[in-house]
């Protein structure tokens, strides 16, 4: 149930990546021939790029925990036997989830502290954008938490 619900959420999540990088795409594109061809800048579409881009960022580098494919340095784990590595992948894995909980507390904090603020081009409250951050945060942790239910579930410790 966890990991059909996971699979579901990575595809969601990919087909946004895919929507917002073409929007980016598009953007860029309109903005550099309204730029050169018509001597126009918009200042609220160059803010919105750059909003998509974040977007990406933080979209795929939680992709990029789902799918295992962060940097990682191997040095310690590689010399250790299949459950010893076992055992510290279960190790980094809590870790892991344990500071996405507490970036979440602080993000949200800080967020309801500074968000109300309006961005100079779109004039929307600086938290539309700053969420980001704790739904990068949400969605690592469910992305571990299914590693680490998977990890736990699975019979050979050696």
């Known amino acids: ?46 803010e919105s790029i750059s909003v998509l881009f974040m977007a990406t960022t933080y979209l795929g580098a939680a992709l990029g925990v789902r799918t295992d494919e962060h940097i990682r340095i191997d040095a310690i784990t590689d010399r250790l036997s299949p459950s010893g590595r076992r055992v510290l992948s279960v190790v980094q894995i809590i870790v892991v989830i344990a500071l996405q909980l507490v970036l979440l507390k602080v993000c949200i904090n800080w967020i309801d502290k500074v968000g109300d603020t309006p961005t100079p081009g779109l004039r929307i409250p600086k938290k539309c954008i700053y969420f980001l951050f704790p739904i990068n945060l949400v969605l690592v942790t469910v992305f571990e938490a299914t590693r680490l239910v998977e990890l736990l579930r699975s019979k050979s410790w050696a």
Not at 28 to 36: E, G, H, K, N, W
Request: hydrophobic share 55%; no cysteine.
């Open 1 to 46: 149930m966890m990991k059909r619900f996971t699979e579901r959420l990575e595809r969601i999540l990919t087909a946004s990546s895919i929507a917002v990088t073409a929007a980016m795409t598009l953007g860029v594109i309109a903005l550099v021939f309204s730029r050169y061809v018509f001597g126009i800048t918009y200042i609220w579409a160059e």
